[in-house]
């Protein structure tokens, strides 16, 4: 399969589209799988490495944090450099960060190698929503979100089953191997296929601007990642002083893009209302995504007293069909736009969600896996038709901004959701424990953790409703002789 595409002095490129996508989804499907893979090991590092929880959860926290800092700056290094040394770049960075936390001896080691792989992460997945964008027509530019998502959707489902397998019957090390032999396949796809999709603009950098967003987004993410670990809430100093200078940061960063002749991020694609729209609908249906993949399995292993194996059994199904339905709706979307997708995934999404504000510590697994599996099913037709959407509003020039902008909404929105979810549990689980007079017991705390559940979900349920009123304002971008129009 190839598509011809408008390259440089507006000659025509003919891509080879299958091996250029397929070397751009592995490393994308390892950068999901990476993101959550390590959540099964969290409790054998503190035991190898003799650390406390707060400690352990680094290795997700600094993941998060440097695709946060290291996004939103994409836009700008995809004009100024060529695709090619992007790609070669940040796979480097991928595998070099693999080997170095695969070899580590000490958990500071350990923590540097994650660091660079993310650094990886972030210069290829924005790479790779800029290279959909360029080479597909937007009449096909939804079935091929589709398969991204699809991807993108199935590493994370996956990832925590596959590593709690290898941890169980081999070591936690063997982790950072097995992605190694696939992103070298990738970087010689990638070498031979890959060409310069980019324009020949060199805009200058402005360091300003990029120590502003890196404090702005790293503040806001640290911020609420730091603010859902267990014993720190959000009045801590730690969690009101990140998001304080996340803010006021990000207030000066806006600012500053809007007065320099080349801003490393044009904040002007929010002139267009259904990128605006398409982001804000991503948000929501995220918040849900990542609070409920949190919610369930607590609720499963300390609720229903499933081990972790049988609960990441359960979520499964869900969890791939999330995927597979995303590549399907991707379909539907380019024949018949996104309304007719988001407006019902937003209502699965409130029946789902508010069934599970209804569960007690007999509720049958099967019921789990129904509303489980409905909840994904609807976001799936939430996610990618609305960012599909809003993106084909922008101008091309305004691509790797729109895709950098996205992608740092997907970060920080799992952020912002996991955060209000845990705090939510939290404050009734300890609201429902101060009631009881006699001595607690085991049931009484599972009876606690249930209580805090059902209102995390009525939270998740309060969101799905607004996106379900937001989503009925949403119309379709239709491409006519170049320009978008809104139909």
Same mark, same amino acid.
């Given at each position: 399969?190839?598509?011809?595409?408008?390259?440089?002095?507006?000659?025509?490129?003919?891509?080879?589209?299958?091996?250029?996508?397929?070397?751009?989804?592995i490393?994308?499907?390892?950068?999901?799988?990476?993101?959550?893979?390590l959540?099964?090991?969290?409790?054998?590092?503190?035991?190898?490495f003799?650390?406390?929880?707060?400690?352990?959860?680094w290795?997700?926290?600094?993941?998060?944090?440097v695709?946060?800092?290291l996004?939103?700056?994409?836009?700008?290094?995809?004009?100024?450099?060529s695709?090619?040394?992007?790609?070669?770049?940040?796979?480097?960075?991928?595998?070099?960060g693999l080997?170095?936390?695969?070899t580590?001896?000490?958990?500071?080691?350990?923590?540097i190698?994650?660091?660079?792989q993310?650094?990886?992460t972030g210069?290829?997945?924005?790479?790779l929503?800029?290279t959909?964008l360029?080479?597909?027509?937007p009449?096909?530019r939804?079935?091929?979100?589709?398969i991204?998502?699809?991807?993108?959707?199935?590493?994370?489902?996956?990832?925590?089953? &596959?590593s709690?397998?290898? *941890?169980?019957?081999?070591?936690?090390?063997? *982790?950072?191997?097995?992605?190694?032999?696939l992103l070298?396949?990738s970087?010689?796809?990638?070498?031979?296929?890959?060409?310069?999709?980019?324009?020949e603009?060199?805009p200058?950098?402005?360091?300003?601007?990029?120590?502003?967003?890196?404090?702005?987004?790293?503040?806001?993410?640290?911020?609420?990642?730091?603010?859902?670990?267990?014993?720190?809430?959000?009045?801590?100093?730690?969690?009101?002083?990140?998001?304080?200078?996340?803010?006021?940061a990000?207030?000066?960063?806006?600012?500053?893009q809007?007065?320099?002749?080349?801003?490393i991020?044009?904040?002007?694609?929010?002139?267009?209302?259904?990128?605006?729209?398409? &982001?804000?609908?991503t948000?929501?249906?995220?918040?849900i995504?990542?609070?409920?993949?949190l919610?369930?399995?607590?609720?499963?292993?300390?609720g229903?007293?499933?081990?972790?194996?049988?609960?990441?059994l359960?979520?499964l199904?869900g969890?791939?069909?999330?995927?597979?339905?995303?590549?399907?709706?991707?379909?539907?979307?380019?024949?018949?736009?996104p309304?007719?997708?988001?407006?019902?995934?937003?209502?699965?999404?409130v029946?789902?969600?508010f069934?599970?504000?209804?569960?007690?510590?007999?509720?049958?697994?099967?019921?789990?896996?129904?509303?489980y599996?409905?909840?994904?099913?609807?976001m799936s037709?939430?996610?990618?038709?609305?960012?599909?959407?809003?993106?084909?509003?922008?101008?091309?020039?305004?691509?790797?901004?729109?895709?950098?902008?996205?992608?740092t909404t *997907?970060?920080?929105s799992?952020?912002?959701?996991?955060?209000?979810?845990?705090?939510?549990l939290?404050?009734?689980?300890?609201?429902?424990?101060?009631?009881?007079?006699?001595?607690?017991?085991?049931a009484?705390q599972?009876?606690?953790?249930?209580?805090?559940?059902?209102?995390?979900?009525?939270?998740?349920?309060?969101?799905?409703i607004?996106g379900?009123?937001?989503?009925?304002l949403?119309?379709?971008?239709?491409?006519?002789?170049?320009?978008p129009? *809104?139909?």
């Amino acid at each position: 399969m190839t598509e011809n595409i408008q390259g440089k002095q507006s000659n025509s490129q003919t891509v080879k589209v299958v091996p250029l996508m397929a070397s751009l989804l592995i490393c994308g499907f390892m950068g999901m799988f990476s993101e959550t893979s390590l959540n099964m090991a969290l409790s054998g590092l503190m035991k190898e490495f003799n650390i406390s929880p707060s400690t352990a959860q680094w290795v997700t926290t600094s993941y998060l944090l440097v695709l946060g800092i290291l996004i939103p700056v994409s836009g700008i290094l995809i004009r100024r450099f060529s695709t090619k040394k992007i790609f070669i770049t940040g796979i480097t960075f991928f595998i070099t960060g693999l080997v170095i936390a695969a070899t580590s001896s000490t958990f500071t080691i350990l923590l540097i190698g994650r660091i660079i792989q993310a650094t990886g992460t972030g210069l290829l997945t924005p790479l790779l929503f800029n290279t959909v964008l360029v080479i597909f027509p937007p009449q096909k530019r939804g079935t091929a979100m589709g398969i991204v998502s699809l991807v993108m959707m199935f590493a994370p489902a996956t990832g925590p089953i &596959i590593s709690g397998l290898v *941890i169980q019957y081999f070591n936690w090390q063997l *982790i950072f191997w097995m992605p190694i032999p696939l992103l070298i396949f990738s970087l010689i796809l990638g070498v031979r296929h890959l060409m310069d999709l980019s324009s020949e603009m060199k805009p200058k950098i402005d360091l300003l601007s990029i120590v502003l967003s890196s404090i702005g987004f790293g503040g806001l993410v640290f911020g609420f990642s730091h603010a859902g670990e267990a014993n720190v809430g959000w009045m801590s100093w730690e969690v009101l002083g990140s998001l304080l200078i996340g803010v006021l940061a990000m207030n000066f960063f806006v600012f500053r893009q809007l007065s320099i002749k080349e801003p490393i991020l044009n904040v002007r694609v929010f002139k267009q209302p259904m990128f605006i729209l398409g &982001i804000s609908l991503t948000v929501l249906s995220n918040m849900i995504i990542f609070s409920s993949n949190l919610m369930l399995p607590m609720y499963m292993q300390g609720g229903l007293g499933f081990s972790s194996a049988q609960a990441g059994l359960l979520l499964l199904p869900g969890g791939i069909l999330n995927g597979i339905m995303a590549f399907i709706n991707g379909r539907i979307f380019d024949k018949h736009g996104p309304r007719w997708l988001v407006i019902p995934g937003f209502m699965m999404g409130v029946i789902a969600a508010f069934v599970f504000t209804h569960i007690s510590g007999t509720t049958h697994s099967y019921t789990i896996i129904i509303f489980y599996t409905l909840l994904m099913i609807g976001m799936s037709m939430v996610t990618t038709p609305s960012q599909t959407n809003g993106l084909n509003q922008l101008d091309r020039n305004l691509y790797p901004d729109g895709s950098a902008i996205i992608n740092t909404t *997907i970060q920080t929105s799992g952020a912002i959701g996991t955060a209000i979810a845990v705090s939510i549990l939290n404050a009734n689980q300890h609201a429902y424990l101060n009631q009881i007079r006699e001595p607690l017991t085991s049931a009484l705390q599972v009876k606690a953790l249930v209580f805090g559940i059902q209102h995390a979900y009525l939270f998740a349920t309060i969101v799905a409703i607004i996106g379900l009123i937001c989503s009925l304002l949403i119309k379709r971008v239709l491409i006519d002789k170049g320009k978008p129009i *809104i139909n």
